[in-house]
């Protein structure tokens, strides 16, 4: 989850929480005794400072069964929202990613080590290529170095055995909870349907410009709405490069104004970025009203709202044959709702479902 956020799901990281513990802050202990001695003249140190690492730590993750939860250095994708200055995306992060994206994606069924002339590559243009290996999986993590984060996303990459699903989180900070519930579909998915990829935003998606409100025309750090941001490069090459791309992304929304003037409560909007939905679509409306309760609504048959027809990537991955792209909308008891792992562990179940004929 978004670094000093207070989550829908119940849970908040501090920015202290997500770095490791300082190896040089002095112990109370030996502080005392080194008063009872002559002082030593300190010997002055140019020191680079060491990057802080999101450790494991079971207080900073989802509740989980026995078998699986998610990782604590997932809430370190995640920077604390001032921390970032967004920056539009530069040719050089294009090219560079033109290389990594099918690279790694090929690599990853084969092999756990990144190939060592990508993490090259990566460093190239100011991002860490880093492999996190867990309990259930080894992962591939490309995400910006600390001293640059200019809001150009995360991206998880799963080696070893998995789907050509991809799981989106494109407004954290802003629709709280959605960073816990992708990480955690991500992480935890059902037996041998276990997601390829993993993307997020990193930047909040009203602060892509100084004195930025949701009521102007653009939001450059909107990665649904921006088709130039390297979020979208990314969508691009995975769609290219896996052969059935699966493409969910979640959202989340607020009851207030989306509950004006209806007389039955919406928990929840599955579309395809279109009027016309598709199969997946239509195939996980039903099971997800079972899971999360009445409300659930397809668009635009059930709801004229929030139907992302004009999502960057829903309109990317329509040029795709075998690309397939999920819109879902949470509302926030919804998401406050998925606090409990069995829903979501079913919300996975559904999502990453053989699409039936």
């Keep these: 989850m978004a670094a000093g956020v207070v989550s829908a799901l119940g849970w908040s990281t501090s920015a202290h929480a997500q770095q490791a513990p300082?190896?040089?802050?002095?112990?109370?202990?030996?502080?005392?005794?080194?008063?009872?001695?002559?002082?030593?003249?300190?010997?002055?140190?140019?020191?680079?400072?060491?990057?802080?690492?999101?450790?494991?730590?079971?207080?900073?993750?989802?509740?989980?069964?026995?078998?699986?939860?998610?990782?604590?250095?997932?809430?370190?994708?995640?920077?604390?929202?001032?921390?970032?200055?967004?920056?539009?995306?530069?040719?050089?992060?294009?090219?560079?990613?033109?290389?990594?994206?099918?690279?790694?994606?090929?690599?990853?069924?084969?092999?756990?080590?990144?190939?060592?002339?990508?993490?090259?590559?990566?460093?190239?243009?100011?991002?860490?290529?880093?492999?996190?290996?867990?309990?259930?999986?080894?992962?591939?993590?490309?995400?910006?170095?600390?001293?640059?984060?200019?809001?150009?996303?995360?991206?998880?990459?799963?080696t070893g055995e998995a789907t050509d699903d991809v799981v989106q989180v494109p407004h954290p900070y802003f629709d709280i909870g959605t960073e816990d519930i992708g990480s955690a579909v991500f992480s935890c998915p059902p037996e041998g349907r276990a997601p390829r990829l993993f993307m997020t935003a990193t930047a909040h998606r009203y602060h892509g410009t100084p004195g930025e409100t949701p009521e102007d025309p653009e939001h450059p750090a909107d990665v649904a709405h921006n088709p130039d941001h390297l979020f979208q490069t990314v969508t691009d090459l995975a769609a290219r490069s896996l052969s059935a791309p699966h493409v969910v992304q979640l959202h989340g929304f607020g009851e207030s104004k989306i509950q004006k003037g209806r007389s039955d409560t919406l928990a929840a909007v599955v579309s395809d970025g279109s009027r016309t939905p598709g199969a997946w679509a239509r195939q996980v409306v039903a099971p997800l009203e079972e899971a999360l309760g009445p409300g659930v609504k397809l668009f635009p048959e059930g709801a004229q709202v929030l139907g992302g027809t004009q999502n960057a990537q829903a309109r990317l991955l329509q040029n795709y044959p075998g690309a397939r792209f999920l819109h879902l909308e949470m509302s926030s008891r919804t998401r406050k709702a998925l606090a409990r792992p069995a829903r979501l562990q079913r919300l996975a179940q559904i999502l990453f479902a053989p699409l039936e004929d």
């Design 22 to 158: 300082s190896t040089e802050e002095p112990q109370a202990g030996l502080h005392a005794k080194a008063t009872a001695r002559p002082a030593k003249q300190p010997v002055p140190k140019t020191k680079t400072p060491r990057e802080q690492v999101p450790q494991e730590d079971p207080t900073v993750s989802l509740p989980s069964n026995a078998r699986c939860r998610v990782d604590a250095r997932f809430s370190g994708l995640w920077p604390p929202v001032d921390a970032v200055t967004f920056q539009p995306t530069t040719l050089e992060e294009r090219a560079a990613f033109a290389r990594l994206i099918p690279a790694l994606l090929a690599a990853a069924p084969k092999q756990k080590t990144v190939p060592p002339e990508l993490t090259e590559v990566a460093a190239s243009v100011g991002f860490l290529l880093e492999t996190w290996t867990t309990p259930r999986d080894t992962f591939w993590v490309l995400r910006e170095r600390p001293d640059r984060y200019h809001g150009a996303g995360a991206y998880v990459v799963r």
